[in-house]
Nanobody, 128 residues
């Protein structure tokens, strides 16, 4: 069992930056591939970014490539999402998730259904 708690959300103007954090407890995040997803009002939850157990492999949604960076700090048992050049369409609740079934250290997935544990989410609002 792993518990995930997101933080760092807030209100920011377009063009601004935020850094989301996901603190894990129960097990080390080094044992999982990790992902960030987001859900806007009235929309389905969508993939944002993922990082394999080997930090050398990361995945990004096309809409955030070049603006968002996922990283992990195993010593702090945390995963981060650095967001720059934010746009109003980035407004959503952002969720951290852990995938237990990483077949290799290079495995990461965009598929929401593959993730086993989820945090409660943190709200990001970008004003125009």
């Amino acid at each position: 069992q792993v518990q995930l708690v997101e933080s760092g959300g807030g209100l920011v103007q377009a063009g601004g930056s935020l850094r989301l954090s996901c603190a894990a407890s129960g097990r080390s995040v080094s044992a999982y591939s990790m992902g960030w997803f987001r859900q806007a009002p009235g929309q389905e939850r969508e993939f944002v970014a993922a990082i394999a157990r080997s930090d050398s492999r990361t995945l990004y949604a096309d809409s955030v490539k070049g603006r968002f960076t996922i990283s992990r700090d195993n010593a702090k048992n945390s995963v981060y999402l650095q967001m720059i050049s934010l746009k109003p369409e980035d407004t959503a609740v952002y969720y951290c998730a852990a995938d237990l079934h990483s077949s290799t250290v290079y495995y990461a997935t965009t598929q929401l259904s593959s993730y086993d544990y989820w945090g409660q989410g943190t709200q990001v609002t970008v004003s125009s």
